[in-house]
Each structure stands twice: as C-alpha cells, then as structure tokens.
Nanobody, 119 residues
C-alpha cells in the first residue's frame, strides 16, 4: 500500500483547507488511518485518527475545528480543517495501519503536505 497526501497550501487565520490522502495497492489490508503533523522544529504528533469501524479520535488542539473522514471503498482519507490558526502550520502526513491476511501488522506513511496559516 502506498499513500499520497495532497491539498495543503497557504491560508489566512480563520480560513479552511481540506486535505486528502489517496491509498493505492491492496487497500483491503487497511484498518486504521490517521493524520499527523510536524511543525517546524518539533516532533510529529497525532492530529486525528479514524478506525475502520468509523470511530474517530482528535488531538485536543483541533477538536471542534477539524473533521476526519474516510471512504473505505476508494481507499481515501480526508481532513477538513476549519478555523485555522497560525499554530496549525506544519507538514501534515497521512498514515495507515495494515493488517495482512497472514497476520502481519505494519504502518505506512504518505509523503506529507505543507499547511501554512498566516495571522
């Protein structure tokens, strides 16, 4: 499975962006998917998770502003980001946990997309 994230860009504070992540390959192995971000000079951190059965989990800093969704049939993951703040500036990565038919478990990452929010 390979992931490709896109949709980043530059917006002013208060604006919105929608990130997309497209999975290719054997998408039937995909279980959980998520978005992470890495601000300049900081570690990568969780933004939002969505489990295969639809339950979502968000970092406290984005609750009420961001919404994660997925289309399992098409292997796509989305992140709707509203009311953006300068502190949301980061490289955003999508990832997926894969559960293989042989019982193997692995994680794959997309290449990252830059989100810049100006004040």
């Amino acid at each position: 499975v390979q992931l490709q994230a896109y949709g980043g860009g530059s917006v002013q504070a208060g604006g919105s962006l929608r990130l997309s992540c497209l999975a290719s390959g054997d998408i039937s192995d995909i279980e959980h998917m998520g978005w992470y971000r890495q601000p300049p000079g900081k570690d990568r951190a969780l933004v939002a998770l969505i489990y295969n059965y639809g339950v979502t989990h968000y970092a406290d800093s984005v609750k009420g502003r961001f919404a994660v969704s997925r289309d399992n049939g098409k292997g796509r993951l989305y992140l709707q980001m509203n009311s953006l703040k300068p502190e949301d500036t980061a490289v955003y990565y999508c990832n997926a946990d894969l559960f293989g038919g042989d019982g193997s478990v692995s994680t794959v990452w997309g290449q990252g997309t830059q989100v810049t929010v100006s004040s």
